[in-house]
């Protein structure tokens, strides 16, 4: 069984929402970035990163899910570049998932 991508890593996943969250703000004129959880999405930010507590109560489906509305998110609203990862901030699952 081949490894399959699902996501990035959780420290790097944090730095491309936060960095969304602040274009977002630039771009739009908001400030998303000050808020908390759910309320970025209320307010049409990036779809909230499984990390922490999400990292340990998801399963790698429901990661890389979240991830591609990550990516779709950002592709809507011209972020595209901001979601790129190197090799090394990829996390990979052994699990056959799809």
């Keep these: 069984m081949s490894n399959e991508y699902i996501c990035p890593m959780p420290m790097r996943w944090s730095e491309i929402f936060n960095t969304l969250c602040t274009k977002y703000d630039e771009k739009y004129g908001t400030s998303i970035s000050g808020r908390v959880g759910i309320n970025i999405q209320e307010a049409g930010g990036p779809p909230i990163p499984l990390i922490l507590g999400g990292w ?9 899910e979240r991830w591609q509305e990550t990516i779709e998110w950002a592709k809507r609203h011209g972020f595209s570049d901001d979601v ?8 990979y699952s052994v699990t056959q998932f799809y």
Excluded: I, M, P
């Design 56 to 64: 340990a109560f998801s399963d790698d489906s429901q990661k890389h």
């Design 84 to 91: 790129v990862l190197a090799e090394n901030e990829k996390y």
